[in-house]
Each structure stands twice: as structure tokens, then as C-alpha cells.
């Protein structure tokens, strides 16, 4: 009798887990679905970045206590003084760069490892640089657990990533006050860079950095932003 009681209480206690997950799962979906529209609604057109966000789950990068949170658009506390950034910007970085599938793409400052998601819905081959090493470990599992194909290198991303260069693409999600020399000559002919620059602890300037030849870069200003420093090691 008293098993039968206990077995009945089990099964309501998980039903009532069960339920409840499935209601979060809900709110989360249409969390996302709302910061989507609100990022459309700023002018973001690119319908490849527009399904990716769409399909990464950015709660899955922050703190459980984060989560109510996970969807607005503003910047998230990571840990280490770190921040995972506004999906606004995320969104406006990648359009910038127009990445086509089967270009190579390296990412300075993997924090969380969410801007590497939504690089990695656009093409198989990412690469990512973080400083510190919980964080790039971190980010390292959460993309793994969901299928993404991204390789991470602790280490100072001023340098880039040598071994993988050239690259298509380049996006750096920390501010130096000046454009690293390495970054430029690891980009391919072609490629893009977007970059935020300036003075640590105020607003930086985002850069589209085009190198249209070994001699010519040209240089397009996407605003201002603020982003946390790039530290050197
Ligand atoms: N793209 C991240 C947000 C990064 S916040 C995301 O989607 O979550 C900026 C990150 O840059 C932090 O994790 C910080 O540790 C890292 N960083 C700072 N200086 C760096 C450097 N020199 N090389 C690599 N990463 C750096």
C-alpha cells in the first residue's frame, strides 16, 4: 500500500517536473522569438543571420539565474568580469561580415561561446581565440553538447591564429585600442573584418574593415559600441 502511495507521488512529482519543463522550453521559444522581431525591427535583413538567431538557444550560454533575461537585448554577465553581448550587436557583426557557407571564420574572445554558435549555423569552419581559460573551456563543452563543430584555442587573440590563416572573415568581440597588425595580415584578400577600437572603459567605434588588395583596406564605420577590452597576456 505504502509503495503503491509512493510509486502515485513519483509519478505526479515528474509529471509536474515534466510540465513544467515543457512550459519553459515554451516561454524560452517565444522569448526568442520576440528578440528575433525586435532585431528585425532595428534594421537587421539578412535571413540567414535572422534563422540562425531564430535557432541558437542563447539561454543555454548564461547562468540558469540568467535565464528569465536570456532573450532581452542587452548584454549578460558570463562570470570573470566577462559579458556575453547585446544578440542586437551580434546580429549587426555578423550581417556586416556576409559569411557564404564553406568560408573560414575566426572569432577573437569566445566568452560564452554564443557568437561562435551563430557563426557556426553560417559555415563549418570556425575558429575561436579566448584568454582565459574557464571561459574558453566552458564554451567549449556548451558547443560541443549542441552539435557545433567549433575549435577553440586558449590564448591572446592580439596574434590571431596562424596556423588556420588566412581567413574570410575575422570578428573580435573585445576592444583593442588599435587595429592588432596580425589580424590584418591573416585575412585573405577579400576578406572582412569588423572590429570595435578604442579607449578601454568607453565607447569604441565598430569597424568594417575590408582588404581589398596587400596595400588597400577600406574602412567602414558601423557605429559606436562598447565592448569589454582586449587584455594582452
Ligand atoms: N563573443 C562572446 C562575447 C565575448 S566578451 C560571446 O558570444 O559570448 C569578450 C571576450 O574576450 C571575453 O571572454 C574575454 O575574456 C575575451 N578576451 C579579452 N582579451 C582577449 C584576448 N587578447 N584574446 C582572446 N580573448 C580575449
Redesign the pocket.
Known amino acids: 500500500m505504502r509503495g503503491k502511495v509512493l510509486i502515485s507521488l513519483f509519478i505526479m512529482v515528474s509529471l509536474l517536473f515534466f510540465l513544467g519543463s515543457e512550459e519553459e522550453e515554451r516561454y524560452l521559444k517565444e522569448a526568442r522569438k520576440g528578440m528575433v522581431e525586435l532585431i528585425r525591427s532595428r534594421g537587421i535583413k539578412d535571413e540567414r543571420v535572422i534563422s540562425a538567431m531564430l535557432k541558437v538557444p542563447r539561454h543555454l ?1 548564461v547562468d540558469k539565474s540568467q535565464w528569465k533575461s536570456a532573450y532581452d537585448d542587452r548584454p549578460l554577465p ?1 562570470g ?1 568580469g ?4 547585446q544578440p542586437y550587436i ?1 546580429a549587426l557583426m555578423t550581417e556586416s561580415l556576409g559569411i557564404k557557407k564553406g568560408e573560414k571564420v575566426l ?10 554558435a551563430i557563426l557556426a549555423e553560417l559555415t563549418d569552419k570556425v575558429y575561436s ?4 581559460e574557464e ?1 574558453g573551456k566552458r564554451a567549449d563543452r556548451v558547443l560541443k553538447s549542441l552539435g557545433y563543430k567549433v575549435k577553440i584555442k586558449i590564448g ?3 596574434n590571431g591564429w596562424e596556423e588556420y590563416a588566412p581567413f574570410d572573415a575575422i570578428i573580435v ?2 576592444a583593442p585600442d588599435h587595429v592588432p597588425p596580425p589580424l590584418i595580415q591573416q585575412l585573405k584578400i577579400g576578406g572582412r573584418m569588423v572590429i570595435p577600437v578604442g579607449p578601454t572603459g568607453l565607447y569604441q567605434t565598430l569597424w568594417l574593415i575590408k582588404k581589398e588588395t596587400e596595400e588597400k583596406l577600406v574602412y567602414k564605420n558601423l557605429g559606436d559600441v562598447l565592448f ?1 577590452p ?3 597576456r
Open positions: 550560454f558570463i570573470y566577462q559579458t556575453i553581448s551580434v572569432e577573437i574572445g569566445t566568452g560564452s561561446g554564443y557568437q561562435a581565440v579566448e584568454i582565459i571561459l591572446d587573440g592580439y568581440t573585445c569589454v582586449l587584455v594582452r
